[in-house]
């Protein structure tokens, strides 16, 4: 099964780029929530994926989506978990 990758920019030829290393079973994945509409939903879904495929979740989200996330809480990500998805769905 090929893997396909949409990049969402505007780039009007599509730019090779290579794939992330794979995480380690049982990683600590924060999925973080910007709070823009339907983003639970999406990571919703996320989440089902990575729990089946052996990954620790943790969600957690943005007071707001017009504001970046507070510094205690990128650093709260940072220090329990190995990598995060971030929700931009609308």
Do not use: N, W, Y
Request: overall charge negative; some cysteine; charged content about 30%.
């Amino acid at each position: 099964m090929a893997l396909e990758i949409l990049d969402p920019t505007a780039e009007q030829t599509a730019v090779e780029r290579p794939l992330a290393p794979g995480m380690p079973a049982g990683a600590r994945i924060a999925l973080l929530d910007i709070r823009k509409p339907r983003g639970d939903v999406f990571l919703d879904t996320v989440e089902a994926t990575l729990v089946e495929r052996g990954f620790s979740v943790e969600r957690t989200a943005k007071p707001t989506f017009t504001k970046p996330a507070p510094p205690d809480l990128r650093s709260e990500i940072a220090e329990r978990c190995d990598a995060v998805i971030e929700a931009l769905a609308d």
